[in-house]
């Protein structure tokens, strides 16, 4: 049994629809992921005069709602975590690949020179993702 042979036109069409998407949704992922660092840093100071006591997952609470707007106003899809084909940006999905969680917003807050009340687990995973960020750096 034989396959068909593919024209190398064809192939080359093929694979540059395939390379468009992957960089557009590389180019997706990489915004949510600025957009998010950036709504975190940007809500900090105003929730903390609010609310002296703010806790990780208080704060959470108030930045997803913002999150979820912006990705559903400016992702259509991402690559999916083999980054071989994509997948629609769906907040569950991007939340995952993104890692957004309260410990993450808690690690970034804390490389970022803010502190936040979270409990004795949450801060356990918040250092231990500091040391890993700050290992990285070196």
Excluded: C
Excluded at 47 to 57: H, M, P, R, V, Y
């Amino acid at each position: 049994m034989s396959f068909p042979e593919i024209s190398p036109t064809v192939s080359v069409i093929i694979f540059s629809i395939w390379l468009i998407l992957f960089l557009w949704g590389r180019s997706q992922l990489n915004n949510i992921k600025n957009a998010t660092a950036q709504l975190v840093l940007e809500n900090i100071e105003v929730a903390k005069k609010e609310n002296k006591n703010l806790t990780i997952d208080q704060y959470y609470q108030i930045l997803y709602p913002k999150f979820e707007t912006y990705m559903k106003a400016n992702t259509k899809f991402i690559p999916h975590k083999t980054e071989l084909f994509p997948m629609p940006a769906k907040p569950d999905y991007v939340i995952t690949r993104i890692h957004f969680t309260p410990e993450w917003v808690g690690a970034f807050l804390k490389l970022n020179g803010y502190s936040i009340n979270a409990s004795s687990q949450q801060q356990k995973t918040i250092d231990h993702i500091v040391k890993l960020s700050k290992g990285k750096n070196r």
